[in-house]
């Protein structure tokens, strides 16, 4: 009897060593996975009527600091046409509590881009993609279409992302308070 409890307490001693070694230690708690913006520099957008002073050259999107609304659009993508102006009015009235920041992406008419941004009023910086470097770039998902928008929050974590035509600034108000924590 002494034998078979031995064995099958040894028995179980082993595989008890083997899930702890396969699984880890479960008593300490997990991290939290912190996700920053995707690993992607991006060029500037060079539009008419850029605010003074405004950097040129390269943005490495894991440094934006938050908090921050971006805003992936094109000129041929209908709603992203007509959220423009509203993302300019929110920039005007809340720049300086939350960033805004303008991504052109997969643009095929760069020219057009640049006229619906001077059309538009665009002060905020803009950033181009070109070649879609964001598409299922972590944390952004795989992206099948436009208007898209990510909250970055005062850590420079990817707290929300939606696709969502965005059509007055109040929904963007309403969007920034309760993904960032900001009162506007």
Known sequence: MRTRTTRR???LSA?????????GCTSAPAEEAVETLPEVTLQT??????QAGEQQGEVYLPEVEGPAVVNLWASW??????ELPVAEQFAQDHGDRVRVLGVNYLESQPEEARSLAEESGLTFQLLQ????????ASP????QGLP????VDADGRVVHREFVVVESE????????EHLGVRL
């Open 9 to 11: 307490a040894a028995a």
């Open 15 to 23: 595989a008890g060593a083997v899930l702890v070694l396969a699984g």
């Open 45 to 50: 957008f060079d539009a008419p009527g850029r």
């Open 77 to 82: 993508c209908t709603p992203c046409r007509e």
């Open 129 to 136: 993609d070109p070649d879609g470097e964001l598409d299922g």
């Open 140 to 143: 952004f998902p795989t992206l």
């Open 148 to 151: 898209f928008w990510a909250f």
């Open 170 to 177: 109040q929904q963007l108000v309403d969007l920034a308070e």
